[in-house]
């Protein structure tokens, strides 16, 4: 009898301190939910064009004008469409395609030479509201790999397709196709050809080697209902091989949105930004530890990741239009337009 009172004691103890663990965890949630519904912040999108060792010195005028007037282009596009009532989504790819077409990003025409000396690309989105994902990677005659990741959120019932079969499944949703050599450009090729020649003479290990990835591109938005979205694209890393896959097309890695912590586009060494789950980290510190936006984007790239040796950066936005544009290497192609206005930065300062 005694042994009986003991058990039930425990059973019920045990009831009781589930549940008080059960309604702070709701209680929690709930507070997020009324902090991120309490203010919406007005339309905003951020976007970036890579992050590297991208100095003053070694760049020409005519070069930094060129980048500045793109990313200024791929903000104005993509800011119209939310002043127009546009999705966050829809501002998302409109501004990612126009970095996709432009030679001077790592994604689309200008992606980065595989060893074999093939465009492979990657790409991923993350609707913020429904917490639906897209994804593609290593594909090879995608025109517009960014396209494609939004198909297979809205039109399959996966997340992520690859290579033959993320083609075969672009076809079929009437995307257009290309020839692989439609990614290519000169530019590119030196950079393989200058990759292989180091890798050749041994004298830098290959990870130390800064050129080979410039230029993934990104974007985040929050449209007029106060939803986030976020998409990512790139050709990966020069003398990638294998069939390697990065971090751009992994949702939780190089791209996240959810409406109650934050939406998330990654650049850099995508090795790192799986092993860290970079984009989710973010996200999660937020909802977590209740950091924000800017607290949580600096202390996993500026600590964590640091700690690591992996370098990169994040563009980060949330419900209320806070902004975040972290990385920590010596530049990232970046911009975001808010109130009407566009920014566009390339350096540190
Ligand atoms: N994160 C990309 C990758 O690892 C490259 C980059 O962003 O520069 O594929």
Redesign the pocket.
């Known amino acids: 009898m005694r042994l009986f009172k003991q058990i039930f004691t425990v059973i019920i103890l045990g009831t009781a301190l589930l549940g008080c663990n059960n309604n702070d965890e709701n209680k929690q949630i709930v507070d997020i939910q009324v902090k991120s519904t309490n203010k919406i912040g007005p339309i905003t999108l951020v976007i970036h064009g890579?992050?590297?060792t991208i100095l003053k010195e070694n760049m020409t005028a005519e070069m930094e004008k060129a980048y500045r007037e793109k990313l200024n282009e791929a903000l104005q596009v993509g800011y119209k469409m939310l002043e127009n009532g546009g999705t966050s989504m829809e501002a998302v790819i409109a501004s990612i395609q126009v970095m996709e077409k432009s030679p001077l990003f790592?994604s689309g025409v200008g992606a980065?030479y595989t060893h074999e000396g093939r465009n492979e690309l990657?790409a991923s989105v993350m609707d913020g509201h429904t917490g639906k994902a897209g994804a593609v990677a290593g594909v090879t005659t995608i025109k517009s790999p960014i396209r494609a990741a939004l198909e297979v959120m809205n039109n399959s019932p996966h997340v992520m397709m690859s290579g033959p079969g993320a083609e075969e499944f672009a076809k079929e949703q009437g995307l257009e196709m290309v020839d692989n050599a439609y990614f290519g450009t000169k530019r590119r090729k030196k950079a393989l050809e200058k990759a292989l020649e180091k890798e050749a003479e041994q004298t830098s290990d290959l990870l130390q080697y800064q050129d080979?990835?410039?230029?993934?591109v990104?974007a985040v938005a929050l449209d007029k209902a106060g939803n986030i979205a976020a998409g990512?694209s790139?050709?990966?890393?020069t003398n990638?091989r294998y069939g390697?896959?990065?971090?751009?097309p992994i949702i939780g890695a190089?791209t996240f949105a959810e409406n109650s912590s934050c939406g998330v586009s990654?650049?850099?060494?995508?090795?790192y930004?799986?092993r860290n789950a970079v984009a989710y980290d973010i996200a999660a510190r937020m909802k977590y530890l209740h950091t924000s936006v800017e607290q949580s984007a600096r202390k996993v790239i500026q600590e964590k990741l640091v700690k690591k040796g992996g370098s990169?950066g994040v563009i980060c936005l949330d419900r209320e239009g806070n902004i975040a544009m972290e990385f920590n290497t010596p530049g990232m192609y970046r911009g975001f337009m808010q109130d009407g206005k566009a920014h566009v930065f390339i350096y540190k300062n």
Not at 234 to 237: A, K, P, S
């Open positions: 890579g992050a590297g790592n980065v990657d080979w990835k410039y230029g993934t990104g990512t790139t050709g990966g890393m990638k390697r896959i990065g971090d751009s190089g990654a650049t850099g060494h995508g090795e930004f799986i990169g």
